[in-house]
């Protein structure tokens, strides 16, 4: 099985590119972040004429997760148990959207961004982890040798090489020590996360200003966190940084997991 990962930045914008690279790159499933729409919205035409078969989950203009496979979709599930809620008044977010494929249960995850340290965001993104941590240890007590992989877009630079310039985020969201810590902790309660081995030094997104992408400023953001039964059976991972490339390129490119 091929599984790629990507944060589109809007699906309507891009569904020719994102269909495209489906095509060229064989990826059997894919988990998007950051469709940008309903799920009425959502082009599933140009999907199902490619030959996948897609679940969106999308609730206004903004956030959005979906899965489109080549195989069947089962046992879908917009949301996790215990998923707080933002806003006033409280509202759930679509940011989380799970389906088993080919025996291997599929979470396309977009991670709240946090927007600065002051901010209520940032706690929400803290509890949102927090939350994801409680839920990923009962489905590892569940089913202790169950395939299980969360991608998606993390909003973390895990470690101080994952950013271009780490002094360039002094004080900033994405690299503070409460964020990494709530990741370690999904990676200390079995999690492995899957491509770094295979993609040491690479980056997954750029932003937009500053020329970012042709200096390769960037950060890796966008991650795979995986079951101990599923990480054993990765044989390989890549980013594909000609998405990036172009004219009407998201900020991030995909990230690609073969699994055996």
């Known amino acids: 099985?091929?599984?790629?990962?990507?944060?589109?930045?809007?699906?309507?914008?891009r569904v020719d590119r994102v269909v495209a690279f489906l095509e060229r790159s064989g990826t059997d499933v894919l988990a998007m972040q950051e469709t940008k729409c309903r799920d009425?919205?959502?082009p599933h035409l140009a999907f199902h004429a490619a030959g996948y078969e897609v679940v969106?989950?999308?609730?206004?203009?903004?956030n959005g997760?979906?899965?489109?496979?080549?195989?069947?979709?089962e046992d879908v599930e917009a949301g996790f148990d215990g998923m707080p809620t933002w806003g006033e008044p409280a509202a759930a977010e679509?940011?989380?959207i799970g389906a088993t494929v080919g025996g291997v249960r599929v979470w396309?995850?977009?991670?709240?961004?946090?927007?600065?340290?002051?901010?209520?965001?940032y706690r929400y993104k803290l509890d949102w982890l927090a939350a994801l941590r409680t839920a990923a240890l009962g489905w590892q007590a569940a089913d202790p040798a169950g395939a299980v992989a969360l991608v998606g877009d993390w909003n973390i630079a895990p470690l101080d090489e994952d950013v271009w310039d780490v002094a360039a985020f002094a004080g900033a969201t994405h690299v503070s020590q409460p964020e990494r810590e709530a990741l370690a902790a999904l990676r200390d309660a079995g999690l492995t996360e899957v491509t770094r081995r295979f993609t040491p030094g690479a980056y997954t997104y750029w932003d937009y200003k500053q020329l970012r992408f042709p200096r390769n400023?960037?950060?890796?953001?966008?991650?795979?966190?995986?079951?101990?039964?599923l990480a054993a059976r990765v044989t390989g991972a890549h980013?594909?940084?000609?998405?990036?490339?172009?004219?009407g390129a998201s900020d991030h490119a995909p990230v690609v997991i073969d699994i055996d």
């Not at 969106?56 to 903004?62: D, I, V």
């Not at 997760?65 to 979709?73: F, G, H, K, Y």
């Not at 400023?217 to 039964?229: C, K």
């Open 94 to 96: 679509a940011r989380a």
């Open 108 to 121: 396309s995850l977009y991670v709240p961004n946090g927007r600065a340290l002051d901010d209520p965001h």
């Open 1 to 13: 099985m091929r599984l790629a990962t990507w944060n589109v930045n809007s699906v309507r914008a």
């Open 40 to 42: 009425d919205q959502f």
């Open 217 to 229: 400023e960037g950060m890796r953001i966008d991650l795979a966190l995986t079951s101990p039964a």
């Open 65 to 73: 997760v979906a899965i489109a496979s080549r195989l069947p979709l």
């Open 239 to 247: 980013v594909d940084r000609d998405e990036r490339k172009g004219k």
């Open 56 to 62: 969106h989950h999308g609730l206004s203009q903004w």
